[in-house]
């Protein structure tokens, strides 16, 4: 693979290219793909037209780039949580007619849960969430899920810190998360009023393939109050739905 006089290869830096792009800036100019990746203008711009050139990149009219449809196509395409969105949708839309709220599905990827889809609703309580979204493990119902079924090494690191508090009310204490993940694993459920955001509140139950080991979290956002907890055998009944979807299917999620 072709290396620059710095030692790092050409692809490396379309990545960091490719990488700047997020939820909040789908679209930028060169010059600011440049000051994001730390490339120099000529090199960013030359990248970025190769890029354009194949697709992975497209350029609007007004001149700013975006991520281009060749790269979600070949992304979809070759993508192993196809078969687990595509098992987990009639369950994310039934519970949606019923809470009228936020529903999603999250996966354990790297340090952080990333959202494959979500449904919401017009007037629906304020949620951080976003399709392709991450958010950190200890923040979040989906994150606590995947982080009480994952690995040791997983669990030690993330107590490690430091841990980010969203609200007066997100457990930024090891020795309390800790008990947190204890208790998931007992009750089958996450249940996490305000940790995001005061207003909000998130119930989230796991999802396993056929082995029995977690693949994913179904999770719901609604409106913090009293009426909350009413949704928990709701979340969880879904969830097993999507794991006995995955294993009559033979999908390991």
């Not at 139950?205 to 009413?230: K, W």
Request: hydrophobic share 45%.
């Amino acid at each position: 693979m072709r290396t620059t006089r710095t030692g790092e290869s050409v692809l490396s830096r379309a990545v960091r290219i490719l990488e700047v792009f997020t939820p909040d800036d789908p679209a930028l100019t060169v010059s600011e793909i440049s000051r994001r990746t730390g490339l120099h203008l000529a090199t960013a711009s030359r990248l970025v037209a190769e890029l354009i050139e194949h697709g992975f990149l497209a350029r609007d009219a007004d001149r700013r780039v975006r991520v281009g449809m060749r790269l979600w196509e070949l992304g979809t395409r070759a993508s192993p949580t196809l078969s687990l969105r595509d098992a987990a949708m009639p369950f994310l839309e039934g519970v949606h007619d019923v809470v009228g709220h936020h529903v999603q599905l999250g996966v354990l990827d790297g340090d952080e849960v990333l959202f494959l889809e979500r449904l919401t609703a017009p007037g629906a309580v304020i949620n951080y969430t976003r399709i392709a979204g991450r958010l950190p493990m200890h923040g979040s119902s989906s994150g606590l899920v995947l982080l009480a079924h994952g690995p040791v090494a997983l669990q030690e690191r993330i107590l490690a810190g430091p841990l980010k508090a969203y609200t007066p009310h997100t457990i930024t204490n090891p020795t309390a998360l800790r008990s947190t993940l204890a208790a998931i694993r007992r009750q089958g459920y996450a249940y996490c009023p305000g940790y995001v955001h005061e207003e909000a509140l998130g119930i989230a139950a796991p999802v396993r393939g056929r082995q029995g080991e977690v693949v994913a979290a179904f999770s719901v956002i609604v409106p913090n109050d009293a009426g909350a907890a009413a949704v928990v055998p709701v979340v969880r009944t879904a969830a097993r739905g999507v794991s006995r979807a995955l294993a009559a299917h033979g999908l390991p999620g």
